[in-house]
């Protein structure tokens, strides 16, 4: 039983995980940035939901919408005016000054809204089936964290800006001839990404306590998601989010909790080894 709660512990978090990488994994495939910014933009979602919450009484599924929508226009805003200028640049390039914005935004939170942990504590208890305990506020943030990655996964298939970023990861010079508008497809995909970065900061402020000491390891996971899963898929940032999740999970009940992030780094040095284009990645792409 207790391998089964564990089991079921590392479900939960793994889709936290892939709504936490899928962003990333996105920008990284489309404009062959690395995009520094991420983690930090995954905390500013969710100090706007904490202070939301307690200045105004605002429920987080409330503000999910406005705080995706406003990471949305920060992202599109941020590529459009600074990043797509060295777009075609080596990534060092596009790396370095994606970093420089993290600082600047990872700087602004810690003097303005401090380092201190915030969470909205929701109390909505917990349920029991058959001996699995597991609090209703981490389920349901699985919940939202599935129907996010569904929605974006339904966007890139079924919508027309979903097929013309599809069109640009695949020849972005091919694409251009078409008459796709490339750095307008570039800002909207950053864009995409900035929103699931807000909206997984939404459900980590439910979840966990969110800081601004916690960007980097953010950073990180979602990292170590993209090496798992593939870059660019949406399948992939679930596979390697739920991979990473379990994993963890059972290294945290064997090794101790201190040591499940070393555990998941481990496995992705290994698959850069062994499978560099991730478990659903296409070769090209890795």
């Given at each position: 039983m207790a391998y089964l709660q564990t089991l079921v512990n590392g479900i939960v978090l793994g889709a936290l995980y892939a709504c936490l990488a899928v962003g990333f994994s996105l920008v990284w495939g489309?404009?062959?940035?690395?995009?520094?910014?991420?983690?930090?933009?995954?905390?500013?979602?969710?100090?706007?939901?904490?202070?939301?919450?307690?200045?105004?009484?605002?429920?987080?599924?409330?503000?999910?919408?406005?705080?995706?929508?406003?990471?949305?226009?920060?992202?599109?805003?941020?590529?459009?005016?600074?990043?797509?200028?060295?777009?075609?640049?080596?990534?060092?390039?596009?790396?370095t000054l994606t970093f420089g914005l993290d600082l600047i935004l990872y700087n602004f939170m810690t003097v303005y809204y401090t380092a201190?942990?915030?969470?909205?504590?929701?109390?909505?208890?917990?349920?029991?089936?058959?001996?699995?305990?597991?609090?209703?506020?981490?389920?349901?943030?699985?919940?939202?964290?599935?129907?996010?990655?569904?929605?974006?996964?339904?966007?890139?298939?079924?919508?027309?800006?979903?097929?013309?970023?599809?069109?640009?990861?695949?020849?972005?010079?091919?694409?251009?001839?078409?008459?796709?508008?490339?750095?307008?497809?570039?800002?909207?995909?950053?864009?995409?990404?900035?929103?699931?970065a807000g909206a997984t900061g939404v459900i980590f402020a439910m979840v966990y306590p969110v800081t601004t000491n916690l960007a980097g390891i953010y950073l990180g996971k979602a990292f170590v998601v993209c090496v798992i899963g593939g870059l660019g898929s949406v399948p992939g940032a679930l596979a390697g989010g739920i991979v990473l999740g379990v994993i963890e999970s059972f290294a945290g009940q064997f090794f101790g909790p201190q040591h499940a992030l070393t555990v998941g780094f481990v496995l992705m040095l290994v698959l850069l080894v062994v499978k560099p284009t991730g478990l659903t990645g296409i070769k090209g792409y890795e």
């Open positions: 489309v404009l062959n940035i690395v995009n520094m910014l991420h983690g930090s933009l995954i905390v500013l979602g969710g100090y706007l939901t904490f202070f939301a919450w307690q200045g105004y009484g605002i429920y987080p599924l409330l503000a999910l919408p406005v705080v995706a929508l406003l990471l949305f226009a920060l992202g599109y805003a941020l590529q459009l005016a600074v990043i797509n200028r060295v777009v075609s640049e080596p990534v060092l390039t596009t790396l201190t942990p915030r969470r909205v504590t929701l109390d909505l208890g917990a349920i029991d089936i058959g001996g699995i305990v597991m609090p209703v506020d981490r389920l349901f943030g699985m919940l939202l964290a599935l129907v996010l990655t569904a929605l974006l996964y339904l966007v890139m298939r079924r919508s027309r800006i979903g097929r013309a970023i599809v069109a640009v990861r695949m020849d972005s010079a091919a694409a251009a001839l078409m008459g796709i508008r490339v750095n307008r497809i570039y800002a909207v995909t950053f864009g995409i990404g900035a929103l699931m």
